[in-house]
């Protein structure tokens, strides 16, 4: 059975940092892209970051770009999204994908809120 977990999400300041994370099972791991999307309310989910198989990253979005990073451990199958410098627009549920030719699997989402 196909697994995504995400977990490490929650409430906190601007300006501070989290650490998502993304625990697969079910699948070849090693073989996949994966990425982190996120979803604010009344907004379209949008692409956050993405690395491929042979960990070369990107980030999406201009304003996240500097702030978030991707990184994959493929031995742990597992895959991280550290964010630093957490402004207000960025609370949103976060999802991570993992996507292989015709294959694509989501995680249930985790919340995260930045507030004061």
């Known amino acids: 059975q196909v697994q995504l977990v995400e977990s490490g999400g929650g409430l906190v300041q601007p300006g501070g940092s989290l650490r998502l994370s993304c625990a697969a099972s079910g699948f070849t791991f090693s073989s996949y892209a994966l990425s982190w999307y996120r979803q604010a309310p009344g907004k379209e989910r949008e692409l956050v970051a993405s690395?491929?198989?042979?960990?070369?990253?990107?980030n999406n979005a201009d304003s996240m770009k500097g702030r978030f990073t991707i990184s994959r451990d493929n031995a742990k199958n597992t895959v991280y999204l550290q964010m630093n410098n957490l402004k207000p627009d960025d609370t949103a549920v976060y999802y991570c994908?993992?996507?292989?030719?015709?294959?694509?699997?989501w995680g249930q989402g985790t919340q995260v809120t930045v507030s004061s």
């Open positions: 690395t491929t198989r042979f960990s070369s990253s990107t």
């Open positions: 994908n993992a996507h292989w030719r015709i294959w694509d699997y």
